[in-house]
């Protein structure tokens, strides 16, 4: 099956409504998606920050552990050279300190790739958009000029 390419200019108004829609529905998942992933590239950062905070000068002293995002326990910082890394679906692995960094630098990076090609495909959902309203907005006017028209020579 051969796909056509359609005029949006051809439609008339209620299938041009129901394009605004879909097209609606679209940018609002793709923010939505652009806000998780600034989230997650927030995160990352906010790993690379607090791996740098662990130093040879803190070994020994108590700090706090995250379990989860709301409960943290005490703990000692006994080896400062290496950390546990959440690498993802569940897993840990222990890693020095540069490699942590290394790993958290690479994970922000490639986010921002995502967070750039998200971007232009936002952009060009929204300026397919206003085009499309543009189309919408000719049509409706037409429409009541050839209704004021129709009832001027009734």
Request: net charge neutral; proline share 3%; charged share 25%.
């Amino acid at each position: 099956m051969s796909k056509q390419a359609i005029k949006v200019e051809d439609l008339d108004l209620p299938q041009l409504a129901d394009v605004k829609r879909q097209l609606d529905e679209e940018l609002n998942h793709l923010t939505n998606s652009f806000a998780q992933l600034k989230q997650a590239q927030t995160k990352f950062k906010s790993c690379v920050e607090n791996v740098a905070e662990i130093t040879p000068a803190n070994q020994d002293k108590v700090i706090l552990v995250p379990l989860t995002n709301s409960l943290y326990v005490p703990g000692k910082i006994k080896n400062p050279q290496h950390v546990i890394v959440d690498v993802g679906t569940g897993y840990f692995v222990q890693k020095s300190t540069t490699e942590a960094t290394e790993h958290y630098q690479k994970k922000v990076e490639f986010v921002k790739g995502n967070l750039d090609k998200l971007q232009e495909t936002i952009e060009r959902k929204q300026e397919n958009l206003n085009y499309l309203l543009e189309i919408m907005q000719v049509k409706l006017q037409s429409q009541q000029a050839g209704a004021a028209a129709s009832a001027s020579t009734s």
